[in-house]
């Protein structure tokens, strides 16, 4: 998945799957079949802006300071209480192991 593409679409986004967008400074869900919830991420991680429940064909405002955004399946935001000033931990994946796995 490309960043220009991101969730343009997919079907769903499954719990557990996200997408980090980065660099970015806010987004839209034109063309989006599904709605999602949106972090706005500082340089250090932290939250500095959310969206609950962003619904197709919506946009974002620009959020200068942001280093990126963090989609997400709706609820996933008000199911683990993630709150503005909070830090995300992110740990490394490689996809090229995650392949050969499936």
């Known amino acids: 998945m490309t960043r220009i593409v991101g969730l343009l679409g997919e079907r769903e986004l499954q719990p557990g799957d996200g997408l980090l967008i980065v660099p970015s ?4 869900t034109l063309g989006m079949q ?18 609950r429940d962003m619904r197709p064909f919506r946009m974002t405002r ?3 300071k942001a ?5 997400l399946p709706s609820g996933v935001l008000d199911s683990t209480s993630t709150r503005v000033g909070d830090a995300i931990e992110f740990d490394r994946v490689d996809m090229a192991a995650q392949s050969l796995e499936k």
């Open 25 to 28: 400074q806010g987004v839209h």
């Open 67 to 71: 280093a990126a955004v963090l989609e």
């Open 62 to 64: 620009m959020f200068w």
């Open 34 to 51: 599904f709605p999602i919830d949106i972090a706005v991420l500082d340089d250090d991680w932290r939250v500095i802006a959310m969206r």
